[in-house]
Nanobody, 124 residues
Framework: QVQLVESGGGLVQAGGSLRLSCAAS????????MGWFRQAPGKEREFVAV????????YYADPVKGRFTLSRDNTNNTVYLQMNSLKPEDTAVYYC?????????????????WGQGTQVTVSS
């Protein structure tokens, strides 16, 4: 069982930066692949990035490549999402998610645990 709590969202102007954090409780954090998703009003939840279990590589959705960086601290059971050069279309609720398999797919159905989300609003 893993509980996830996101923080760090807020209001920022276009071109600005934010860093989201996701703190995980429970044991064996390093045994989970960790991902970030987002959901804008009226839209489906979409994949942002994932660091698969026991993999030293991170995969990103095309809209955020080169601007967002996922990192994880297995000692402190925390995963981060550094977001730079933010655009108004990045406005969404951002969710942290954990998966117990070794996959790196973008489907929400492969993730076992979810946080409550944190709002990110980018003004133009």
């Amino acid at each position: 069982q893993v509980q996830l709590v996101e923080s760090g969202g807020g209001l920022v102007q276009a071109g600005g930066s934010l860093r989201l954090s996701c703190a995980a409780s429970g044991r064996s954090f390093s045994r989970y692949g960790m991902g970030w998703f987002r959901q804008a009003p009226g839209k489906e939840r979409e994949f942002v990035a994932v660091n698969p279990r026991n993999r030293g590589i991170t995969y990103y959705a095309d809209p955020v490549k080169g601007r967002f960086t996922l990192s994880r601290d297995n000692t402190n059971n925390t995963v981060y999402l550094q977001m730079n050069s933010l655009k108004p279309e990045d406005t969404a609720v951002y969710y942290c998610a954990a998966r117990s398999d070794y996959g790196f797919g973008s489907s929400i159905y492969h993730y076992d645990y979810w946080g409550q989300g944190t709002q990110v609003t980018v003004s133009s």
